[in-house]
Protein backbone atom coordinates (compact mmCIF):
# COMPACT_ATOMS: atom_id res chain seq x y z
CA UNK A 1 0.00 0.00 0.00
CA UNK A 2 1.58 3.55 -0.61
CA UNK A 3 2.22 5.69 2.19
CA UNK A 4 -0.40 8.61 1.73
CA UNK A 5 1.78 11.08 3.86
CA UNK A 6 3.58 13.81 1.76
CA UNK A 7 7.20 13.15 1.54
CA UNK A 8 9.47 16.28 2.36
CA UNK A 9 9.86 17.28 -1.49
CA UNK A 10 5.85 16.34 -2.08
CA UNK A 11 4.87 19.00 0.84
CA UNK A 12 6.81 21.65 -1.08
CA UNK A 13 5.62 20.64 -4.38
CA UNK A 14 1.92 21.14 -2.67
CA UNK A 15 2.74 24.27 -1.23
CA UNK A 16 4.56 25.57 -4.06
CA UNK A 17 1.36 24.47 -6.02
CA UNK A 18 -1.30 26.34 -3.56
CA UNK A 19 0.50 29.40 -3.62
CA UNK A 20 0.63 29.67 -7.34
CA UNK A 21 -2.81 28.58 -7.69
CA UNK A 22 -4.25 31.52 -5.26
CA UNK A 23 -2.66 34.12 -7.43
CA UNK A 24 -3.31 32.66 -10.73
CA UNK A 25 -6.60 30.67 -10.77
CA UNK A 26 -9.49 32.09 -12.67
CA UNK A 27 -11.50 33.62 -9.91
CA UNK A 28 -14.89 32.69 -11.75
CA UNK A 29 -16.22 29.62 -13.02
CA UNK A 30 -15.72 28.57 -16.98
CA UNK A 31 -18.69 30.52 -19.40
CA UNK A 32 -21.79 28.75 -20.58
CA UNK A 33 -21.61 28.33 -24.05
CA UNK A 34 -18.90 26.64 -26.09
CA UNK A 35 -16.95 29.02 -27.87
CA UNK A 36 -16.07 31.49 -24.99
CA UNK A 37 -15.88 28.44 -22.61
CA UNK A 38 -13.33 27.37 -24.94
CA UNK A 39 -11.44 30.73 -25.06
CA UNK A 40 -11.67 30.88 -21.53
CA UNK A 41 -9.75 27.36 -21.23
CA UNK A 42 -7.42 28.02 -23.50
CA UNK A 43 -6.24 30.67 -22.03
CA UNK A 44 -6.11 29.00 -18.76
CA UNK A 45 -4.18 25.80 -19.57
CA UNK A 46 -1.31 28.24 -21.27
CA UNK A 47 -1.19 30.37 -17.69
CA UNK A 48 -1.14 26.45 -16.51
CA UNK A 49 2.04 25.57 -19.00
CA UNK A 50 3.73 29.34 -18.23
CA UNK A 51 4.05 28.23 -14.38
CA UNK A 52 5.33 25.17 -15.08
CA UNK A 53 1.96 23.18 -14.01
CA UNK A 54 1.61 20.90 -17.49
CA UNK A 55 3.46 17.55 -18.27
CA UNK A 56 3.95 17.65 -14.75
CA UNK A 57 5.57 13.91 -15.27
CA UNK A 58 6.38 14.02 -18.61
CA UNK A 59 9.90 13.60 -19.68
CA UNK A 60 12.19 17.21 -19.60
CA UNK A 61 13.21 16.72 -23.43
CA UNK A 62 9.71 17.00 -24.41
CA UNK A 63 8.77 20.29 -22.13
CA UNK A 64 7.68 17.88 -19.20
CA UNK A 65 8.83 18.20 -15.76
CA UNK A 66 9.70 15.18 -15.03
CA UNK A 67 8.49 14.63 -11.80
CA UNK A 68 6.32 11.51 -10.99
CA UNK A 69 2.59 10.51 -11.04
CA UNK A 70 2.23 11.05 -7.33
CA UNK A 71 3.17 14.87 -8.08
CA UNK A 72 0.62 14.08 -11.19
CA UNK A 73 -1.95 13.39 -8.84
CA UNK A 74 -0.95 15.71 -6.09
CA UNK A 75 -1.36 19.18 -9.11
CA UNK A 76 -5.04 17.13 -10.01
CA UNK A 77 -6.64 17.23 -5.87
CA UNK A 78 -5.18 20.78 -5.33
CA UNK A 79 -6.94 22.34 -8.51
CA UNK A 80 -10.12 20.45 -7.95
CA UNK A 81 -10.02 21.81 -4.24
CA UNK A 82 -8.98 25.11 -5.29
CA UNK A 83 -11.91 24.98 -7.61
CA UNK A 84 -9.86 25.88 -10.43
CA UNK A 85 -11.14 25.02 -13.85
CA UNK A 86 -9.56 20.96 -14.62
CA UNK A 87 -6.15 20.93 -16.17
CA UNK A 88 -6.17 20.44 -20.15
CA UNK A 89 -6.74 16.76 -21.17
CA UNK A 90 -4.40 15.68 -23.56
CA UNK A 91 -2.67 12.80 -21.89
CA UNK A 92 -4.34 10.00 -23.74
CA UNK A 93 -2.86 11.50 -26.89
CA UNK A 94 0.46 13.10 -25.38
CA UNK A 95 1.27 9.30 -23.60
CA UNK A 96 0.74 6.87 -26.95
CA UNK A 97 3.22 9.48 -28.67
CA UNK A 98 5.56 8.77 -25.91
CA UNK A 99 5.38 5.26 -26.38
CA UNK A 100 5.02 4.66 -30.13
CA UNK A 101 6.44 8.01 -31.87
CA UNK A 102 9.86 8.24 -33.51
CA UNK A 103 11.75 10.79 -31.91
CA UNK A 104 11.55 13.17 -34.76
CA UNK A 105 7.38 13.22 -33.72
CA UNK A 106 8.03 13.71 -30.08
CA UNK A 107 10.16 17.03 -30.41
CA UNK A 108 7.81 18.31 -32.75
CA UNK A 109 4.58 17.81 -31.21
CA UNK A 110 4.73 16.82 -27.45
CA UNK A 111 6.19 20.78 -26.89
CA UNK A 112 3.27 22.43 -28.33
CA UNK A 113 0.58 19.73 -27.29
CA UNK A 114 1.36 20.84 -23.44
CA UNK A 115 1.79 24.45 -24.30
CA UNK A 116 -1.51 24.03 -25.78
CA UNK A 117 -0.40 26.18 -29.04
CA UNK A 118 -1.58 22.94 -30.71
CA UNK A 119 -4.89 21.17 -29.72
CA UNK A 120 -5.70 17.93 -30.90
CA UNK A 121 -8.66 15.16 -31.26
CA UNK A 122 -9.26 11.84 -31.47
CA UNK A 123 -10.61 10.31 -34.80
CA UNK A 124 -11.50 7.17 -33.47
CA UNK A 125 -15.58 6.24 -34.09
CA UNK A 126 -16.97 6.09 -37.18
CA UNK A 127 -21.29 5.94 -38.13
CA UNK A 128 -20.76 2.44 -37.92
CA UNK A 129 -17.77 1.78 -35.54
CA UNK A 130 -18.16 2.63 -32.48
CA UNK A 131 -18.14 -0.43 -29.83
CA UNK A 132 -16.67 -2.15 -32.77
CA UNK A 133 -13.81 0.05 -33.42
CA UNK A 134 -11.88 -2.69 -35.45
CA UNK A 135 -14.66 -2.60 -37.56
CA UNK A 136 -13.99 1.33 -39.07
CA UNK A 137 -13.84 1.67 -43.11
CA UNK A 138 -11.85 5.23 -43.49
CA UNK A 139 -9.34 4.52 -46.36
CA UNK A 140 -5.99 5.14 -46.07
CA UNK A 141 -4.18 4.59 -49.76
CA UNK A 142 -0.56 4.42 -50.02
CA UNK A 143 0.55 6.64 -52.84
CA UNK A 144 4.31 7.43 -53.11
CA UNK A 145 5.68 9.51 -50.21
CA UNK A 146 2.41 9.59 -48.64
CA UNK A 147 -1.68 8.21 -47.74
CA UNK A 148 -4.46 9.21 -49.02
CA UNK A 149 -6.98 9.10 -46.52
CA UNK A 150 -10.77 8.88 -47.33
CA UNK A 151 -13.83 8.13 -44.86
CA UNK A 152 -16.16 9.57 -42.16
CA UNK A 153 -15.41 9.57 -38.28
CA UNK A 154 -17.96 10.63 -35.70
CA UNK A 155 -18.36 12.31 -32.05
CA UNK A 156 -14.82 13.59 -32.52
CA UNK A 157 -14.46 15.79 -29.46
CA UNK A 158 -13.41 19.33 -30.17
CA UNK A 159 -12.47 18.96 -33.52
CA UNK A 160 -13.62 21.98 -34.71
CA UNK A 161 -11.23 23.62 -32.15
CA UNK A 162 -8.18 21.11 -33.14
CA UNK A 163 -5.15 21.69 -35.44
CA UNK A 164 -4.02 17.71 -35.16
CA UNK A 165 -6.01 14.37 -34.75
CA UNK A 166 -4.65 11.01 -33.84
CA UNK A 167 -6.66 9.14 -36.80
CA UNK A 168 -7.17 5.68 -37.16
CA UNK A 169 -7.42 4.66 -40.82
CA UNK A 170 -7.44 1.01 -42.66
CA UNK A 171 -4.54 0.47 -44.43
CA UNK A 172 -4.78 -3.16 -45.65
CA UNK A 173 -8.12 -4.09 -46.62
CA UNK A 174 -7.09 -7.70 -47.04
CA UNK A 175 -5.73 -8.11 -43.53
CA UNK A 176 -7.77 -9.58 -40.91
CA UNK A 177 -9.40 -6.69 -39.12
CA UNK A 178 -7.62 -6.07 -36.28
CA UNK A 179 -4.48 -5.96 -38.39
CA UNK A 180 -5.36 -3.77 -41.47
CA UNK A 181 -5.08 -0.50 -39.28
CA UNK A 182 -2.57 2.70 -38.88
CA UNK A 183 -2.81 5.12 -36.35
CA UNK A 184 -1.55 8.68 -38.47
CA UNK A 185 -0.97 12.32 -37.50
CA UNK A 186 -3.60 14.42 -39.01
CA UNK A 187 -3.17 17.94 -39.89
CA UNK A 188 -6.96 19.02 -38.97
CA UNK A 189 -6.15 22.03 -41.51
CA UNK A 190 -5.40 20.13 -44.72
CA UNK A 191 -7.38 20.05 -47.79
CA UNK A 192 -10.43 18.14 -47.86
CA UNK A 193 -11.09 17.86 -44.01
CA UNK A 194 -14.94 19.23 -43.00
CA UNK A 195 -15.78 19.29 -39.41
CA UNK A 196 -19.62 19.68 -38.94
CA UNK A 197 -20.61 20.32 -35.25
CA UNK A 198 -23.42 17.89 -33.41
CA UNK A 199 -25.48 19.55 -31.52
CA UNK A 200 -25.42 17.50 -27.49
CA UNK A 201 -28.97 17.16 -24.95
CA UNK A 202 -26.81 20.08 -23.21
CA UNK A 203 -27.54 22.23 -25.79
CA UNK A 204 -23.57 22.53 -26.45
CA UNK A 205 -22.16 21.34 -29.78
CA UNK A 206 -18.96 19.64 -28.34
CA UNK A 207 -18.44 16.52 -30.83
CA UNK A 208 -18.25 16.86 -34.37
CA UNK A 209 -18.70 14.48 -37.64
CA UNK A 210 -15.06 14.95 -39.79
CA UNK A 211 -15.39 13.74 -43.14
CA UNK A 212 -12.11 12.92 -45.13
CA UNK A 213 -11.70 13.63 -48.86
CA UNK A 214 -8.86 12.19 -50.37
CA UNK A 215 -7.19 14.07 -47.70
CA UNK A 216 -2.88 13.76 -48.03
CA UNK A 217 -1.07 12.73 -44.96
CA UNK A 218 2.56 12.49 -45.26
CA UNK A 219 4.16 9.06 -44.48
CA UNK A 220 6.55 10.31 -41.69
CA UNK A 221 3.01 11.70 -40.08
CA UNK A 222 2.50 7.12 -39.39
CA UNK A 223 3.04 6.18 -35.46
CA UNK A 224 4.58 3.22 -34.88
CA UNK A 225 4.22 0.72 -37.97
CA UNK A 226 1.78 0.99 -40.50
CA UNK A 227 -0.42 -1.69 -39.31
CA UNK A 228 0.18 -1.33 -35.32
CA UNK A 229 -2.90 0.91 -35.43
CA UNK A 230 -4.89 -1.20 -33.30
CA UNK A 231 -2.47 -1.66 -30.77
CA UNK A 232 -1.75 1.79 -30.47
CA UNK A 233 -5.76 2.34 -29.90
CA UNK A 234 -6.05 0.06 -26.91
CA UNK A 235 -2.97 1.80 -25.34
CA UNK A 236 -4.94 5.37 -25.94
CA UNK A 237 -8.18 4.03 -24.92
CA UNK A 238 -6.68 2.79 -21.79
CA UNK A 239 -5.10 6.12 -20.88
CA UNK A 240 -8.55 7.35 -21.57
CA UNK A 241 -10.17 5.19 -19.52
CA UNK A 242 -7.87 4.50 -16.38
CA UNK A 243 -6.16 5.36 -14.06
CA UNK A 244 -9.15 6.98 -13.01
CA UNK A 245 -7.72 10.98 -12.64
CA UNK A 246 -8.29 11.90 -9.03
CA UNK A 247 -8.51 15.12 -10.05
CA UNK A 248 -12.24 13.88 -11.18
CA UNK A 249 -12.85 12.56 -7.76
CA UNK A 250 -11.94 15.78 -6.04
CA UNK A 251 -14.38 17.57 -8.41
CA UNK A 252 -16.89 14.88 -7.69
CA UNK A 253 -16.47 16.13 -4.11
CA UNK A 254 -16.95 19.39 -4.13
CA UNK A 255 -20.15 18.84 -6.57
CA UNK A 256 -21.43 16.58 -3.31
CA UNK A 257 -20.03 19.60 -0.82
CA UNK A 258 -22.03 22.40 -3.09
CA UNK A 259 -25.23 19.68 -2.90
CA UNK A 260 -24.85 19.58 0.62
CA UNK A 261 -25.11 22.93 1.11
CA UNK A 262 -27.95 23.81 -0.84
CA UNK A 263 -29.60 21.04 0.60
CA UNK A 264 -29.09 22.22 4.20
CA UNK A 265 -30.36 25.82 2.73
CA UNK A 266 -33.38 24.46 2.36
CA UNK A 267 -34.13 22.39 5.47
CA UNK A 268 -33.62 19.00 3.58
CA UNK A 269 -31.13 17.66 6.28
CA UNK A 270 -33.58 16.90 8.47
CA UNK A 271 -35.38 14.95 5.82
CA UNK A 272 -34.93 11.09 5.90
CA UNK A 273 -34.87 10.84 1.94
CA UNK A 274 -32.55 13.69 1.42
CA UNK A 275 -30.03 12.22 4.03
CA UNK A 276 -30.12 8.89 2.20
CA UNK A 277 -30.05 10.21 -0.59
CA UNK A 278 -26.39 12.33 0.17
CA UNK A 279 -25.14 9.81 2.25
CA UNK A 280 -25.48 7.07 -0.56
CA UNK A 281 -23.93 9.76 -2.92
CA UNK A 282 -21.25 10.34 -0.08
CA UNK A 283 -19.96 6.91 -0.24
CA UNK A 284 -20.04 6.76 -3.69
CA UNK A 285 -17.34 9.30 -3.62
CA UNK A 286 -15.51 7.82 -1.12
CA UNK A 287 -15.33 4.44 -2.99
CA UNK A 288 -13.84 6.32 -5.81
CA UNK A 289 -11.45 8.08 -3.67
CA UNK A 290 -10.05 4.57 -2.64
CA UNK A 291 -9.78 2.89 -6.22
CA UNK A 292 -7.83 6.03 -7.24
CA UNK A 293 -5.41 5.27 -4.91
CA UNK A 294 -5.14 1.53 -5.29
CA UNK A 295 -4.70 2.40 -9.60
CA UNK A 296 -2.04 5.15 -8.27
CA UNK A 297 -0.51 1.85 -6.36
CA UNK A 298 -0.18 0.10 -9.71
CA UNK A 299 0.85 3.30 -11.39
CA UNK A 300 4.06 3.63 -9.29
CA UNK A 301 4.98 0.32 -9.58
CA UNK A 302 4.65 -0.42 -13.12
CA UNK A 303 6.91 0.73 -16.12
CA UNK A 304 4.35 -0.51 -18.93
CA UNK A 305 1.10 1.57 -20.35
CA UNK A 306 -2.19 1.15 -18.50
CA UNK A 307 -3.98 -2.17 -18.94
CA UNK A 308 -7.20 -3.43 -19.59
CA UNK A 309 -8.33 -2.72 -15.37
CA UNK A 310 -8.25 0.54 -15.81
CA UNK A 311 -11.83 -0.31 -17.03
CA UNK A 312 -12.98 -0.76 -13.41
CA UNK A 313 -12.51 2.97 -13.09
CA UNK A 314 -13.91 4.17 -15.96
CA UNK A 315 -17.15 2.10 -14.82
CA UNK A 316 -16.70 3.14 -10.68
CA UNK A 317 -16.07 7.06 -12.46
CA UNK A 318 -19.06 6.56 -15.01
CA UNK A 319 -21.44 5.46 -11.88
CA UNK A 320 -20.37 7.73 -9.31
CA UNK A 321 -20.98 10.70 -11.51
CA UNK A 322 -24.16 9.44 -12.78
CA UNK A 323 -25.23 8.97 -9.10
CA UNK A 324 -24.49 12.61 -8.21
CA UNK A 325 -25.81 13.90 -10.41
CA UNK A 326 -28.75 12.21 -9.98
CA UNK A 327 -29.23 12.74 -6.40
CA UNK A 328 -28.77 16.63 -7.35
CA UNK A 329 -32.12 16.44 -9.43
CA UNK A 330 -33.76 14.55 -6.72
CA UNK A 331 -32.90 17.05 -4.08
CA UNK A 332 -33.34 20.21 -6.22
CA UNK A 333 -35.97 19.19 -7.80
CA UNK A 334 -37.90 21.01 -10.85
CA UNK A 335 -36.01 24.07 -9.80
CA UNK A 336 -32.58 22.47 -11.67
CA UNK A 337 -34.82 23.54 -15.02
CA UNK A 338 -35.30 27.21 -14.04
CA UNK A 339 -32.70 29.58 -13.45
CA UNK A 340 -29.98 28.15 -12.44
CA UNK A 341 -29.85 25.23 -15.49
CA UNK A 342 -26.00 23.56 -14.55
CA UNK A 343 -26.91 20.87 -12.51
CA UNK A 344 -29.25 19.59 -14.68
CA UNK A 345 -26.67 20.12 -17.58
CA UNK A 346 -24.32 18.42 -15.55
CA UNK A 347 -26.93 15.60 -14.91
CA UNK A 348 -27.65 15.27 -18.84
CA UNK A 349 -23.45 15.51 -19.58
CA UNK A 350 -22.87 12.62 -17.04
CA UNK A 351 -25.28 10.40 -19.35
CA UNK A 352 -22.09 10.42 -21.69
CA UNK A 353 -19.74 8.93 -18.84
CA UNK A 354 -20.77 5.74 -19.72
CA UNK A 355 -20.25 5.82 -23.34
CA UNK A 356 -17.21 7.77 -24.20
CA UNK A 357 -14.09 5.90 -23.92
CA UNK A 358 -15.77 3.05 -24.67
CA UNK A 359 -19.36 2.34 -23.51
CA UNK A 360 -20.15 0.88 -19.80
CA UNK A 361 -21.02 -2.71 -21.39
CA UNK A 362 -17.79 -2.59 -23.54
CA UNK A 363 -16.15 -2.07 -20.07
CA UNK A 364 -17.27 -4.88 -18.36
CA UNK A 365 -16.60 -7.59 -21.70
CA UNK A 366 -13.13 -5.96 -21.17
CA UNK A 367 -12.97 -7.16 -17.61
CA UNK A 368 -14.95 -10.60 -17.96
CA UNK A 369 -12.40 -11.09 -21.40
CA UNK A 370 -9.10 -9.96 -20.19
CA UNK A 371 -8.77 -9.21 -16.25
CA UNK A 372 -11.19 -12.44 -14.91
CA UNK A 373 -10.43 -14.23 -18.26
CA UNK A 374 -14.52 -15.70 -18.25
CA UNK A 375 -15.19 -18.31 -20.65
CA UNK A 376 -16.55 -16.43 -24.36
CA UNK A 377 -19.71 -17.89 -25.55
C1 LIG B 1 -19.31 12.84 -25.08
C2 LIG B 1 -18.67 11.90 -26.05
C3 LIG B 1 -17.43 12.19 -26.57
C4 LIG B 1 -16.83 11.33 -27.49
N1 LIG B 1 -15.62 11.68 -28.03
C5 LIG B 1 -15.04 10.87 -28.96
C6 LIG B 1 -13.81 11.27 -29.58
O1 LIG B 1 -13.25 12.34 -29.28
N2 LIG B 1 -13.27 10.46 -30.52
C7 LIG B 1 -13.86 9.28 -30.88
O2 LIG B 1 -13.29 8.58 -31.72
N3 LIG B 1 -15.03 8.88 -30.33
C8 LIG B 1 -15.64 9.65 -29.38
N4 LIG B 1 -16.84 9.28 -28.80
C9 LIG B 1 -17.50 8.07 -29.30
C10 LIG B 1 -17.54 6.90 -28.32
O3 LIG B 1 -16.28 6.31 -28.21
C11 LIG B 1 -18.59 5.93 -28.88
O4 LIG B 1 -19.86 6.58 -28.80
C12 LIG B 1 -18.64 4.64 -28.10
O5 LIG B 1 -17.48 3.88 -28.31
C13 LIG B 1 -19.88 3.79 -28.49
O6 LIG B 1 -19.97 3.63 -29.87
P1 LIG B 1 -21.34 3.92 -30.63
O7 LIG B 1 -21.80 5.28 -30.23
O8 LIG B 1 -21.12 3.65 -32.07
O9 LIG B 1 -22.40 2.89 -30.04
P2 LIG B 1 -22.59 1.39 -30.49
O10 LIG B 1 -21.28 0.72 -30.61
O11 LIG B 1 -23.47 1.36 -31.70
O12 LIG B 1 -23.35 0.77 -29.26
C14 LIG B 1 -24.78 0.91 -29.09
C15 LIG B 1 -25.17 0.14 -27.83
O13 LIG B 1 -24.91 -1.27 -28.02
C16 LIG B 1 -24.09 -1.76 -26.96
N5 LIG B 1 -23.16 -2.75 -27.49
C17 LIG B 1 -22.45 -2.68 -28.63
N6 LIG B 1 -21.65 -3.76 -28.76
C18 LIG B 1 -21.84 -4.52 -27.67
C19 LIG B 1 -21.31 -5.76 -27.21
N7 LIG B 1 -20.39 -6.43 -27.91
N8 LIG B 1 -21.73 -6.25 -26.01
C20 LIG B 1 -22.65 -5.57 -25.27
N9 LIG B 1 -23.21 -4.39 -25.65
C21 LIG B 1 -22.81 -3.88 -26.83
C22 LIG B 1 -23.34 -0.54 -26.44
O14 LIG B 1 -22.95 -0.71 -25.10
C23 LIG B 1 -24.39 0.57 -26.59
O15 LIG B 1 -25.26 0.57 -25.48
C24 LIG B 1 -17.48 10.12 -27.88
C25 LIG B 1 -18.73 9.81 -27.33
C26 LIG B 1 -19.34 10.68 -26.44
C27 LIG B 1 -20.67 10.32 -25.87
Not at 222 to 248: C, M, S
Not at 330 to 353: N, V
Request: with cysteine; glycine share 10%.
Amino acid sequence: MIDLADTTEEAAFRQELRAWLQDHAPGEPPPETLPERHRFLKAWHRRLHEGGWTGISWPTQYGGRGLGVIEESIFNVELGHAEAPAGPHFGYIGRPLLHYGTEEQKQRYLPPMLASEELWCQGFSEPDAGSDLAGLSTRAVESGERFVVSGQKVWTSFAQFADLCLLLARTDPTAPKHAGITALILDMHSPGVTVRPLAMSTGDAEFCEVFLDEVEVPKENVVGNVGQGWEIALTTLAYERGPVDIGFQARFERFLGRLVDEAARRGGKDDPAVRRTLASAAVAVEVLRLQCLRSLTTRIESAEPPGPEGSVDKLLMAATEQQLTKAALAILGPETLLADQSWFKAYLYARSASVYGGTREIQKNILASRVLQLPQG
